[in-house]
């Protein structure tokens, strides 16, 4: 079945103490891209990468940082999480970020920073 | 960049009537305008989408209209039923800023049975 894998779906944690949302998508595409999802202010793009090696910030890339080591994979890491990172987060694939379009959604990591 | 806002915010039906919901973008540059429903627990999901030469796609019982001039797209869902019943964002795509996609806040749609 084609689908992004996002782990863990639920965490709590406190400030300062690191911590990686893992994403994994099996159907071969090129684009990744983390959101965040806020009440009011809709999904709002984190990181991007257009392939292996490749990734590029998006609208609010502070206090993350992500990497590309292979096509399937797409971590994001919070390296000192603090309160206003709580929020829900996704990851989505695509083929491409040009022609094609569509956006395929992991079902989302809910994040609690105490 | 683009700005794309979405109203209503929550919007309330009842049962086989009809909901529509607006979105507005300021990059006349955008040209593609895509649809994501999120059911609860789960990501979004495509819909429809609609693309800057066309003014406006059927499927079944959703539609999409756009006015390039206005600078406004809509989504109309006719009949609506309780598993219509999720959160929707309207998104506009700039090609000129490497096809990024910008997403409006969200609209809470519950159908009344």
């Known amino acids: 079945e084609a689908q992004v894998t996002q782990n863990p779906r639920y965490l709590i944690t406190v400030t300062g103490k690191k911590l990686t949302v893992t994403c994994s998508q099996n159907m071969n595409h090129e684009y990744m891209s983390w959101y965040r999802q806020d009440p009011g202010l809709g999904l709002r793009q984190i990181y991007y990468s257009m392939n292996v090696e490749v990734t590029d910030k998006g609208d609010v890339p502070e206090g993350y940082k992500v990497s590309r080591k292979e096509k399937r994979n797409f971590p994001l890491i919070l390296e000192s999480p603090s309160p206003n990172q709580t929020s829900l987060y996704f990851c989505a694939s695509s083929y491409d970020r040009g022609v094609t379009g569509e956006l395929f959604f992991g079902e989302g990591s809910r994040l609690t920073v105490l | ?113």
């Open chain 2, 1 to 113: 960049g683009e700005n794309v806002e979405q109203h209503p915010s929550t919007l309330s039906v009842q049962e086989g009537d009809s909901a529509v919901i607006k979105c507005t973008y300021s990059d006349s540059a955008s040209n593609y305008f895509p649809w994501y429903k999120q059911e609860l627990g789960k990501g979004p999901q495509l819909i429809i989408d609609i693309r800057s030469n066309v003014g406006e796609k059927k499927d079944q019982r959703i539609a999409v209209t756009l006015n390039k001039t206005a600078k406004h797209f809509s989504l109309h869902i006719t009949e609506t039923q309780p598993e219509d019943s999720a959160v929707y964002f309207c998104a506009a795509r700039e090609e000129a800023a490497g096809n990024k996609l910008t997403f409006g806040g969200g609209t809470r749609v519950l159908v009344k049975p």
